[in-house]
């Protein structure tokens, strides 16, 4: 058993509906208790979709479980069947209908519907959500793709198909506006986009493509292979997420189906490189910025943060057990320890712990910062209905750059406000617990010093007492470094053993430390 | 959402107080019982609720409880994972050892519910046994309880009447036969503040509310306890209640300024209070709700409505609106039809309208469109298609979050509905 407040993913089957849902005519048949239906609200309230998401619940009670569930079942599935007329059915067990153990698969090929019936396994009590989602896909895409057709290579251009946006995931529908565009230009159609709006009729054409984009690698990475494995189609699996990561997946692209990237390279429509280079954004150097999130998301910015931004990765981690290596690479590559959970304490912990200045991560990350007094964007899924905002705000290509440079920017103290705070601290309106004032007032600030405090649990730091002039110096910092002081001076004094810290040490630490 | 079309599924028309109801035995939409911990851990101030489920029980909390964390939530899903389904001595031992970790974690709470699930239940981990094993190791700090939240024996709001029923026994038995009040079903803390003055200035004291705000002040109960119900949906709770000796007040739901006054008078009748005394007393009360509800009345009036069955509150709101509200009933769906318990609401209903007990969602949605109302209340899952078809909702789950009971909430109650007819008329987009 494990303990959980939050969590960053759902059920697998949660996964199998955002590729149902982000299909057309594909509808899903779940074995489940009536509770389970709660998870139509994240496809119309969280992402405000205009259509129920194509799932049908068989809504089995305690009553039909000494009687008969699986005849519940295959009413179930064809009533579904008869009203919604779907191309394909797919068809599983929530948590509980596994307990009962009725192979959905077998009672619905029992019942000879004149369409696919894909069943599917996912085991509710070791995996989760992207998991089911890469697995359903998977599934749908080996069920129902056929060999290429002949003419495949009659085509003057060459063709892709853009695999992994689902419903309900971050940003994927401008990402797949985004990239087409990059691609088109590049002289690349796009020959299927899926689950993303594909119908069972076009994953039947997935093989026609030249090559697959594997958007997101949690969901489409296993599909991909297949496809390599079946039909010698390759993959890309660059994510194009921030300027350098666009250009090296523009430049494979290019090699891939040799195209010119120039012209795309040449005219790059990104403003991130020349904002980051300008004067103003002197100030973010160095900025520190803990990252977590699905591991797509935070491998893409660990390196725009360092590479395009200039900050500095304190941390980094993922919920994506699945892709624990390739974040825990890239955080040895940072010199920083990956953090691989998905209990959201570790996370909180592991920021007041660390104090960074800038936390990219989901809605729960949003959460601990805000609680923090820290500042934060979400770059990651699970996010709220906020993120899915009304603008257009792709992650993904030269515009998504420019997109996550404002989003990131955006939070943090304007480079001027940050010096006149830091030599005017105790301006009556200037306070040290002002917030950027771009952002309004508010209250959480005064939060920040009070879980400084509460962060003492290690005995060491316990023992070490604070002058009560250092503690006057200490506030005179402004809040958005405050953390980071007292922290370093802690350090400082426990490796030096200074048991009383006073004005002195703490200038010592920040000498010792720099900035 | 799709067109109607039609298959044959399980549905009856059988007859309650010679009124139709539809039957109807099909895929439902709603919630299951442990999304009432979304509000009874705000309520009762010293307790946690710990759900011993899957990782779809937690999702379902959090998706219900919108990830708004302001403060630690008091409750948690304890995930029961592919080890525990192995061996159930092992799954005891799991879960004594995640409670330990949990109240070792937070001294200040005294009352632990364990929340069964369905999972739990299927794989029949007795959580009772435990709560009774667990209770032995912590009391006197902490109290250890267990009810059933699963979606296979319970809908939505039927998790506080396990809840609460789970309390019952707890409760200290009332020495001899003096007389008590008491009110049953969660209710906002200012409301709770509004009918205790009521009860005081009616002259009936010896008042008590369940649930407590704290675990440390449970009302005690016994043969001269006489109970008011503040919700329709506490059967089992009521049940425990008269085991233990205490009566019910026949009485329909305090909404509206009709309501709330017989449910009153339910109470000042059983304490013999003189007609005018009454009178007097709610007299203030009963104006302020008129006068208040008057400019929803406007909005209100001719308006149709169509209930899906979602938190039991239907009947009593339907009668509200209906008779105060003068709104036009098309047909109001209820996960469960408590007869008794609605003894003195389905009544008042007009002649005409479609009582609906369960559900099957698709046909019902099929009637929805036909009976072409011009506001539908619904779960959260059906509000966004509905209006996007240009239909007009109002979701019912706001009906528990919200303040909706008594005189000085009638209009606030009514303002639920009425705004989303006037955002409608509003936006000229
Ligand atoms: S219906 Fe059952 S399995 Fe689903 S969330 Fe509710 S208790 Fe958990
Ligand atoms: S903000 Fe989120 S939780 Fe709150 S009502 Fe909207 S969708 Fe629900």
Known sequence: ?515 | MTPPTTTGAARAITNVDERPVLRERGQREVFCGLTGIVWMHRKIQDAFFLVVGSRTCAHLIQSAAGVMIFAEPRFATAIIGERDLAGLADANEELDREVGKLLARRPDIKLLFLVGSCPSEVIKLDLSRAAERLSRQFMPDVRVLNYSGSGIETTFTQGEDACLASLVPELPRAAGDARSLLVVGALADIVEDQFRQTFADLGIDNVDFLPPRLSTELPSVGPGTRYLLAQPFLTDTSQALENNGATRLSAPFPFGEEGTTAWLRAAADAWDVPERHFNAVTRPGRDRAKKAMERYRERLAGRRIFFFPDSQLEVPLARFLSREMGMELTEVGTPYLHKEHLERELPLLPAGVCVSEGQDVDRQIDRCFAAEPDIVVCGLGLANPFEAAGVTTKWSIELLFTPIHGYEQAADCAELFARPLSRREALAI
């Open chain 1, 1 to 515: 058993m494990q303990l959980t407040l939050w969590t960053y993913e759902g059920p697998p089957h949660v996964g199998a509906m955002r590729v149902a849902t982000a299909m057309r005519d594909v509808h899903y048949v779940l074995h489940a208790p009536q509770g389970d239906t709660y998870a139509d609200l994240l496809f119309t309230m969280i992402e405000r979709r205009s259509q129920r998401p194509p799932v049908t619940y068989t809504t089995f009670q305690a009553r039909d479980l000494g009687a008969d569930t699986a005849q519940l079942f295959q009413d179930a599935v064809r009533d579904a069947y008869e009203r919604f007329q779907p191309k394909a059915m797919i068809v599983g067990a929530s948590c509980t209908a596994e307990l009962i153990q009725d192979d959905p698969g077998g009672l619905a090929d029992a019942l000879n519907l004149p369409i696919p019936v894909i069943p599917l396994e996912l085991p509710s009590y070791q995996r989760k959500e992207n998991w089911g989602a890469a697995e359903t896909f998977y599934y749908i895409v080996r069920t129902l793709s056929r060999p290429p057709a002949d003419d495949r290579n009659g085509r003057s251009r060459p063709t892709c198909n853009l695999l992994g946006a689902t419903a309900l995931g971050f940003r994927h529908r401008d990402d797949v506006n985004e990239l087409g565009m990059l691609l088109r230009q590049l002289g690349v159609d796009i020959n299927v986009t899926a689950p993303w709006e594909a119908t069972p009729d076009d994953i039947a054409r997935l093989a026609d493509a030249d090559f697959n984009v594997v958007m997101y690698p949690e969901i489409a990475d296993t599909a991909a292979r297949w496809l390599e494995r079946t039909y010698g189609q390759p993959y890309v699996a660059i994510p194009p997420i921030g300027v350098s990561a666009t250009r090296d997946f523009v430049k494979e692209v290019a090699e891939l189906v040799d195209v010119d990237p120039m012209p795309v390279l040449a005219d790059a429509a990104s403003r991130l490189p020349w904002y980051s280079r300008s004067v103003d954004s002197t100030y973010l150097t160095g900025k520190r910025v803990f990252i977590f999130g699905d591991a797509t998301h935070v491998l893409a910015a660990a390196r725009i943060a360092r590479e395009e931004l200039a900050f500095e990765v304190v941390g980094l981690g993922t919920y994506s057990r699945e892709f624990a290596r390739d974040v825990r690479a890239a955080a040895r590559e940072l010199g920083v320890d990956a953090l691989i959970t998905d209990d959201y304490l570790d996370v909180e912990a592991r920021v007041q712990e660390l104090q960074p200045e800038l936390v990219l991560g989901t809605q729960m990350e949003r959460h601990i910062a805000k609680r923090q007094g820290i500042a934060c964007a979400v770059i990651s899924s699970p996010v709220h209905v906020q993120d899915f905002p009304a603008a257009y705000a792709p992650q993904m290509g030269f515009e998504g750059a420019n997109a996550i440079f404002d989003t990131w920017v955006h939070p943090l103290m304007m480079g001027l406000e940050e010096h006149l705070l830091g030599m005017f601290s105790e301006d009556f309106e200037f306070h040290n617990d002002a917030t950027p004032s771009h952002l309004g007032g508010s209250a959480t600030r005064g939060k920040a010093a009070a879980a400084e405090t509460e962060d003492e649990s290690i005995a060491d730091v316990e023992a070490l007492t604070w002058s009560p002039d250092a503690e006057k110096t200490l506030s005179r910092i402004p809040f958005f470094v405050r953390g980071k002081a007292k922290r370093n001076t802690e350090t400082f004094a426990l490796e030096r053993g200074i048991a009383t810290i006073t004005s002195e040490t703490l200038y010592d630490a920040k000498a010792h430390f720099g900035r």
